[in-house]
């Protein structure tokens, strides 16, 4: 019996670790490694079903400013409240991930191309619409989106980086 118990641990323990190299700490989404493994597998399955495949890269906008005025305890906040409104807006095959700082990306596996855009701007809607209270008063966040649908012209590799340029073309254009 305390064998049993002692692998039981053993096995719940190594569960543990490998969920904690998958996740960020501090949001509780999953990491840029899980994120890329991810975009392999749903490559694959793309390849496979020809199923379409959507990448978002979403920042938030003047996130410096949150921390130069309420400081790094407030920034870890309000990333914690932007992970949950992401995640709330997607369905479960979805994955979203921290990827640095306060950049952000979702996997979107089998969504239609008409359906992107309207779950980008729903996330988008998500953050602006509800305030973020880093010290007790109303204060309001953006962010800005980056949209790649996978077609067959670019590979797999390029659609993580499209959306990436295209994010950075967003906060350009004026957030």
């Not at 596996?109 to 008409?114: A, M």
């Not at 509800?130 to 109303?138: C, E, Q, R, T």
Request: aromatic fraction near 8%.
């Amino acid at each position: 019996l305390e064998f049993r118990r002692v692998l039981f641990r053993s096995v719940l323990n190594r569960e543990r670790l490998k969920w904690l190299g998958l996740t960020d700490p501090l949001t509780g989404l999953y990491n840029r490694r899980y994120f890329e493994q991810r975009l392999q597998e749903e490559a694959q399955r793309t390849r496979r079903h020809g199923d379409p495949l959507a990448c978002l890269m979403l920042d938030a906008d003047h996130f410096k400013r949150i921390n130069d005025t309420w400081g790094h305890q407030a920034g870890d906040v309000v990333l914690k409240v932007l992970a949950r409104r992401v995640r709330q807006q997607l369905r479960g095959c979805d994955v979203a991930a921290r990827i640095g700082g306060e950049e952000f990306a979702v996997l979107l596996p089998s969504t239609p191309v008409r359906h992107v855009q309207l779950v980008a701007e729903r996330i988008r809607r998500a953050v602006e619409n509800a305030p973020f209270l880093p010290d007790g008063a109303n204060h309001s966040l953006s962010v800005s989106v980056g949209v790649a649908v996978y077609d067959r012209p670019i590979s797999f590799s390029d659609l993580f980086r499209i959306a990436d340029r295209r994010l950075y073309g967003a906060k350009e254009s004026g957030r």
